[in-house]
């Protein structure tokens, strides 16, 4: 597999709306990272010869020392060659940010950032529960820059309750200014276990309703257009030549090989992810015990996992090699639904490629649904 990520499953502190698997306490930190670069080695032959993309998430992968991350290059490099053209991702909260740090990231040959800003509004922060303020966010990336880093992202949320009462047009112009070459922008979800869902079942959280949020996504989607950054994928926007690398292999149905609690990987045949239990995952690995469960996939998982992730991006999907996966039954099903939503205005055909309406990106999920094959 030539595309890898590795979860770091720590953070300082829980935010409000995340529900990633993570752990505020770092008292397992350096044998959970012998246990990453275990894994590793178990899994020396799933590697490609060379890798084409790294990405370090998690969590808080800013957290480790660089100690952590000599062991865990070292180890991925006995197995796989990481060439000049590899895309080497790792994500940054911007309360961590320091020179120094960011300098060590560039001499182990990171070469992205991604940077977890959410907002660029104060009150936001604090009511989303982050670390960090607007000056540390807009200092980070100036460090970024002034250490070399031409390439990074910013995640940014958008749908947020009409009570915060925030300007998103103007966060959005204070993106922009900030000259990222990517923009990842989410919609606000109410996650199971998460804080947001805790106020939300006490009626004290209420969700954005449909109409507001199309609003706001056309808007984010129109301002960033006129401003050089065009969306390949629902949530994520760039300069041309930017694209998300490792990203774009996953909305491409390529295999991937995921290392640490909780990550999932992917061969085209079978799907599987580890315990997201950092506990129990060091002691199966330590134990040389099984640390994951596996699905092998079928014809009806394949055709429903292309259609769910080719929809959320611009191309869309290869209509012929999509219908491949079908029989006359399904495919005759499947024509019926795609003319009415071509009729209805949500999809549109382009080249051979099914593609949602550019106004209508964010119902590609309800979109995908209404195509699965059930039985």
């Excluded at 900030?178 to 998460?194: A, D, F, R, V």
């Excluded at 991006?313 to 039954?329: A, H, V």
Aim: proline residues 2%; glycine residues 4%.
């Amino acid at each position: 597999m030539r595309s890898v990520y590795i979860h770091i499953p720590f953070c300082l502190q829980a935010c409000h709306y995340c529900d990633f698997h993570f752990s505020t306490t770092l008292k397992l930190k350096d044998v959970l990272v012998d246990a990453i670069i275990k894994e590793i080695t178990i899994r020396k032959k799933e590697f490609n010869k060379v890798i084409n993309s790294l990405y370090i998430g998690g969590g808080t992968p800013s957290i480790l020392q660089n100690i952590d991350y000599i062991k865990i290059f070292n180890a991925i490099k006995q197995h796989s060659s990481i060439s000049s053209s590899t895309e080497i991702t790792l994500e940054i909260n911007p309360e961590d940010a320091t020179k120094e740090k960011l300098s060590f990231y560039r001499s182990l040959g990171v070469n992205r950032l991604s940077i977890g800003a959410q907002s660029l509004n104060n009150k936001v922060l604090k009511w989303m529960n982050r670390a960090h303020d607007k000056k540390q966010i807009i200092k980070s990336v100036e460090l970024s820059k002034s250490v070399g880093f031409s390439n990074y992202n910013i995640d940014f949320i958008y749908g947020l309750p009409l009570s915060i009462n925030r300007n998103l047009e103007e966060e959005i112009n204070e993106l922009i200014s900030l000259e990222p070459n990517h923009l990842s922008c989410y919609h606000l979800t109410i996650e199971k276990g998460t804080y947001f869902n805790h106020l939300k079942s006490k009626s004290k959280l209420e969700e954005l309703n449909d109409e507001n949020s199309e609003k706001e996504f056309n808007q984010i989607r129109s301002i960033l257009k006129e401003n050089g950054l065009y969306q390949y994928e629902i949530s994520n926007y760039c300069k041309s030549g930017s694209e998300s690398i490792h990203n774009s292999n996953y909305w491409n149905n390529e295999p991937y090989i995921g290392i640490g609690p909780s990550a999932h990987s992917y061969d085209k045949t079978n799907r599987r992810w580890n315990i997201s239990n950092n506990p129990i995952y060091i002691k199966r690995i330590m134990e040389n015990d099984c640390f994951y469960e596996l699905e092998e996939l079928n014809k009806k998982d394949m055709f429903n996992e292309c259609v769910l992730l080719g929809l959320r991006t611009s191309k869309g999907l290869f209509l012929e090699k999509i219908k491949g996966l079908l029989n006359k039954e399904q495919q005759l099903l499947f024509n019926n639904q795609m003319n009415q939503f071509l009729k209805d205005g949500l999809l549109e055909l382009t080249d051979g490629y099914l593609h949602m309406a550019k106004k209508k990106r964010l119902l590609a999920e309800y979109v995908s649904r209404e195509f699965f094959i059930i039985k």
